[in-house]
């Protein structure tokens, strides 16, 4: 099956660092991929989709300077948190769609706990 | 405005029984209706799916249903085993072409009893 892998797992870093999480997709091409927030107790919030070669699209209400994203490749995207503060701790979750057929489901990676000292 | 809902927070059922896990959606533009179950620590993993011209969607176990009259779908397991305990979410999506965003329900938590 179609498989995303997520790195790092988990980062703990001091307020003011950036910080760059990747998600891959191993074994398809993804032209898009999909960037997640969740906190604790609550839902998979949609933060912005990327699509290899051009800019993200971003949920209203995300700061698109705060949190960049780079899909320079069918096979990878990146997230960077960019000057990071205690309240952007939270799960981070990429996904995947496994091809070019829209009823392809999502594929997620196993996400990225970022806490912000 | 939470457009997808799972009312349970909750659900504990004995091992070998039917686990019926609710969602209920308001925005009348979803088509396509998925269910994730999330271990802690990990990405949710795809279970099933549904699109809005069936009522129904059958693999193994798991079972979707869809009313769409009454905006409401629910996932059945049955029989229920322990590695089912997990958190189960349900995603809704309107499918046009390019058009992927799923919007996820708050989750429900699974305890299957042996």
């Known amino acids: 099956g179609a498989v995303v892998s997520q790195h790092p797992s988990w980062v703990i870093c001091k307020s003011g660092t950036s910080v760059k999480i990747e998600c891959r997709s191993l074994?398809?091409?993804?032209?898009?991929m999909f960037w997640y927030r969740q906190f604790p107790k609550q839902s998979l919030m949609l933060m912005a989709t990327s699509n290899e070669g051009s800019k993200a699209t971003y949920e209203q209400g995300v700061e698109k300077d705060k949190f960049l994203i780079n899909h320079a490749s069918l096979t990878l995207s990146t997230l960077t948190v960019t000057s990071a503060h205690p309240e952007d701790s939270s799960f981070y979750i990429c996904?995947?769609?496994?091809?070019?057929?829209?009823?392809?489901?999502?594929?997620f990676g196993d996400g990225t706990r970022l806490s912000i000292l | 405005d939470q457009q997808v809902k799972q009312n349970s927070p909750s659900l504990s059922v004995q091992e070998g029984r039917i686990s019926i896990l609710n969602c209920d959606y308001t925005n009348s533009m979803f088509d396509y209706f998925l269910w994730y179950k999330k271990y802690p620590a990990e990405g949710p993993t795809f279970l099933i799916s549904?699109?809005?011209?069936?009522d129904k969607n059958e693999d193994g176990r798991f079972t979707v249903f869809l009313n769409k009259s009454a905006k409401h779908l629910s996932l059945h397991i049955v029989p229920s085993q322990p590695g089912d305990s997990a958190v189960y979410f349900c995603?809704?999506?309107?499918?046009?072409?390019?058009?992927?965003?799923?919007?996820f329900g708050t989750g429900t938590r699974l305890t299957i009893i042996p």
């Open positions: 995603a809704a999506t309107p499918m046009w072409f390019g058009n992927e965003k799923l919007t």
């Open positions: 549904i699109s809005s011209i069936k």
């Open positions: 996904s995947a769609r496994g091809g070019a057929d829209s009823n392809q489901p999502q594929h």
């Open positions: 074994d398809f091409q993804a032209t898009t």
